[in-house]
């Protein structure tokens, strides 16, 4: 299932927040996430697609709260599927995310994270 993620909202974003990365300081490509959904997203990971291994949690501690935005270092840019994580632990699973289809990254909806049936 190919997820959609770069719909426009005409929503303002907060400053964006530059997270950890497994990529040394320069060295990747730096995707920017932004949470346009009406949700708090407290864990978010990637992985190439046929991988088992999520890699490192892109967030860290704090949600990446509605409205906000967050940055981190990848390698490349072909789809991955994203893990993400609400507040009571539930995930959600989007396939063939394009991670960098709004040049420089990719937004989140509510209704992508409404097709997962445990988002709350």
Do not use: I, K, Y
Not at 81 to 108: A, K, N, Y
């Amino acid at each position: 299932m190919a997820v959609v993620v770069a719909l426009g909202c005409g929503c303002s974003s907060a400053p964006a927040r530059v997270r950890g990365s497994s990529a040394a300081a320069g060295e990747g490509v730096l995707v920017t996430v932004r949470n346009r959904s009406r949700f708090d997203v407290h864990g978010l990971s990637l992985r190439s697609p046929g991988r088992r291994s999520w890699g490192v949690e892109r967030l860290g501690p704090e949600p990446l709260r509605a409205g906000q935005d967050a940055s981190f270092r990848l390698e490349g840019c072909a789809p991955r599927e994203l893990r993400l994580r609400d507040v009571h632990g539930e995930e959600c699973v989007l396939q063939g995310v394009g991670v960098c289809d709004e040049s420089d990254g990719f937004t989140l909806t509510t209704d992508d994270l409404l097709r997962c049936e445990r988002w709350h």
